[in-house]
C-alpha cells in the first residue's frame, strides 16, 4: 500500500508540472470537440493527431493521447442527447433514452447524468488501473517469448470473435494486417521482402499512414455519402443539477455500468462500444419496468456513459503491463510509443516509471478537467453541432496531408494515406471492420519477433508452445474462443446481439 502511494505521489509530481497539465486540457478538449462533431470518432482523431506528437515529450505526448481518448467517450454523450446522433461509436446507445429525455425538457439531467456517470466510472476505473498496474506487470515478466506470441494470438482471436460482422471477414481483416507489418526488412537478416522493388516500402508501411488513410480519410469519405437531419433541441438548456429522485435512479445503474465497462476494457478485442451496449442490455434486462427503456429512462444514459467512461480507462491495462493493446484505439497508442522510442509492456513500469505513473496520474486529473469543460460549456457544444459537416472536412483533409506529409518530407507517405483512405471506405461499404486488421498490423512484428525467439530457444521444435503449461493454456483458450464463434447457434446470438 505504501508502495502504491509513493508511485502516485511521483505521477502526480509529472501530472501536476504546467506543460502536462496543459497537454491534458488540450487532450480533454479536443476529445471532447470531436465527441460532439457526428462523424469523426477518437480513432479516426488520434491517427491525425499522432504527427503533431512528434515534437513533444514522451510523457506529455501521452498524456496528450489519452485524454482525447477518454475525451471523446465524454463529448459523443452531448450530440447523442441533443441531435439523435452519436459522436462517436460508444455513444450510440445513449441516443436512445437521452434524446427521448431532451425532448421532454430534460436535457439537462440527461447531460449532467452522463457527465456524472463518466467522472464517478473515470475515477474508479484508474484506481484499478494503479493496482493493477504492479501485479500485472510482475506477471509479465514470467512471460517467455512462447507465452508472448500465444497471448498475441489469443488478443486477436479475441478481436476476431468481438468484431461485429462475419467471423470469416474478421480474420480476413488480421491476416491482411499481419501480411502488411511484414513489408519491409527481415527482422534478423535485413533483407528485404514483400517491398515490390519500391525503394520507400524497404523501411516498411509506416503505421500512421495505414491509421490515418483507413481510419481518417475512410470515415471523412463514408460520411460525406450520408445525408443526415439534425434535429437539434432548440429550447435554451437549463436545469443542469439533476434532482434527488435523478440522482437514485440512476446510482445502481452509474455503479453495475462502472464494473461491467471495468471488466469489458482490459479483454483484448472489447472496450468502449462493448461495454456500453452490454451495461444497456443489462440494465433492461433487470430493470422492474423495462418497457420505460426507450422512452426517456436515466438508467439509459447512466449505465452506456459509465461503462464507456470505465471501459476506455481500463483499456491502457493490458497495453501498458503487457504491451498488448486490447482495442484499436490502443493500438494506435502503440503506434504513438514506439515513435518515441519506447517500447510497450512490463519493463515500461520498472524502467520507465515516471510515465507509467505519469499517465494514471493524468487521468484523475483529465477526468476532473472533462466535468468543468463539459457541463458550463453547453452552450457552445449546442451552437458547435450547427456547423455543416461539408464545411469541416476540407480542413480536415488539409490539416491529415500536412501531418502526413510532415512525417518524412515525402509526398509518397500522402499518396499511400490516399490509397489506404480508399481501402478503408470499400472495407467499410463491404461490411469489413477494420479495426481487426490495425490490431493485427501492429501486433506482427511483435508476434514475429517473439515466434522467431521461441523457435531459437527450443532449437525448432514446435511443440513449444503446446509443452509450456501457460503458453498451452493461451492457445487452448483462443481455439475454444474461435470454435465457439463459428457455431450456428452462437453465430446467430451474436448477429442478433450486434443488431441489437
Given at each position: ?5 509513493a ?20 487532450g ?18 488520434i491517427?491525425?493527431l ?27 454523450s452531448?450530440t ?12 450510440v446507445?445513449?441516443?436512445?433514452d ?11 439531467p ?12 473515470g ?8 493496482a ?9 515478466l ?61 523501411d ?9 488513410g ?27 443539477m ?34 456500453a ?11 422492474k ?12 444514459v ?13 483499456s ?19 503506434g ?36 468543468v ?29 500536412i ?8 509526398a509518397f ?23 481487426p ?24 521444435d ?17 481455439t ?21
Amino acid at each position: 500500500m505504501y508502495e502504491l502511494l509513493a508511485n502516485l505521489a511521483l505521477g502526480f509530481s509529472i501530472a501536476l508540472s504546467p506543460n502536462n497539465m496543459f497537454l491534458c486540457l488540450v487532450g480533454a478538449l479536443v476529445g471532447t470537440l470531436i465527441g460532439v462533431l457526428p462523424g469523426i470518432g477518437p480513432l479516426a482523431t488520434i491517427a491525425m493527431l499522432l504527427p503533431i506528437t512528434f515534437g513533444l515529450p514522451p510523457v506529455g505526448a501521452l498524456i496528450m493521447l489519452a485524454g482525447i481518448y477518454y475525451g471523446a467517450q465524454y463529448g459523443g454523450s452531448t450530440t447523442s442527447i441533443l441531435i439523435n446522433i452519436p459522436g462517436e461509436s460508444s455513444s450510440v446507445v445513449t441516443c436512445l433514452d437521452g434524446h427521448q429525455m431532451a425532448r421532454q425538457g430534460r436535457a439537462g439531467p440527461a447531460l449532467s447524468i452522463a457527465a456524472i456517470g463518466s467522472f464517478f466510472a473515470g475515477c474508479v476505473s484508474t484506481v484499478l488501473v494503479a493496482a493493477l498496474g504492479k501485479p500485472l506487470t510482475e506477471l509479465a515478466l514470467l512471460f517467455g517469448p512462447a507465452e508472448y506470441f500465444s497471448l498475441m494470438v489469443l488478443g486477436l482471436i479475441f478481436a476476431v470473435v468481438l468484431a461485429k460482422g462475419s467471423v470469416l471477414k474478421a480474420i480476413a481483416m488480421v491476416l491482411s494486417g499481419l501480411m502488411m507489418s511484414m513489408v519491409g526488412s527481415d527482422l534478423e537478416t535485413g533483407a528485404e521482402r514483400m517491398s515490390f522493388g519500391i525503394p520507400e516500402l524497404s523501411d516498411g508501411i509506416g503505421f500512421v499512414v495505414v491509421a490515418m488513410g483507413v481510419f481518417g480519410f475512410g470515415e471523412i469519405m463514408r460520411n460525406l455519402e450520408q445525408v443526415s437531419t439534425r434535429e437539434i433541441v432548440q429550447a435554451k438548456v437549463t436545469g443542469l443539477m439533476p434532482t434527488l429522485k435523478d440522482l437514485k435512479a440512476a446510482a445502481g445503474a452509474i455503479g453495475r455500468g462502472t464494473i461491467l465497462g471495468s471488466i469489458l476494457g482490459i479483454l483484448p478485442g472489447g472496450g468502449a462500444v462493448i461495454a456500453a451496449f452490454a451495461a444497456y442490455t443489462f440494465e433492461k434486462r433487470i430493470s422492474k419496468t423495462p418497457e420505460r427503456f426507450g422512452r426517456g429512462a436515466i438508467e439509459g444514459v447512466a449505465a452506456p456513459e459509465s461503462a464507456n467512461n470505465a471501459a476506455a480507462q481500463t483499456s491502457f491495462i493490458p497495453l501498458l503491463t503487457l504491451g498488448i493493446p486490447p482495442n484499436a484505439v490502443m493500438a494506435l497508442m502503440v503506434g504513438a510509443m514506439t515513435i518515441h522510442g519506447i517500447v510497450p509492456g512490463p519493463q515500461v513500469m520498472t524502467k520507465q516509471p515516471e510515465l507509467f505513473w505519469g499517465m494514471i496520474a493524468s487521468m484523475w486529473l483529465g477526468n476532473l478537467m472533462l466535468v468543468v469543460i463539459n457541463l458550463p460549456l453547453v452552450g457552445m457544444w449546442v451552437r458547435l453541432l450547427r456547423v455543416p459537416y461539408r464545411h469541416l472536412f476540407p480542413m480536415i483533409i488539409i490539416f491529415c496531408c500536412i501531418g502526413v506529409y510532415s512525417l518524412n518530407n515525402a509526398a509518397f507517405d500522402a499518396s499511400m494515406t490516399a490509397i489506404f483512405g480508399l481501402v478503408g471506405y470499400w472495407l467499410v461499404k463491404h461490411d469489413f471492420e477494420p479495426a481487426p486488421m490495425l490490431l493485427g498490423f501492429v501486433l506482427g512484428p511483435l508476434m514475429e519477433e517473439n515466434l522467431r525467439r521461441a523457435m531459437l530457444i527450443a532449437r525448432g521444435d514446435a511443440t513449444v508452445f503446446v509443452t509450456r503449461p501457460i503458453s498451452a493454456t493461451l492457445l487452448a483458450l483462443a481455439t475454444i474462443l474461435l470454435v465457439l464463434a463459428v457455431l450456428p447457434m452462437i453465430r446467430a446470438r451474436r448477429e442478433e446481439v450486434f443488431t441489437e
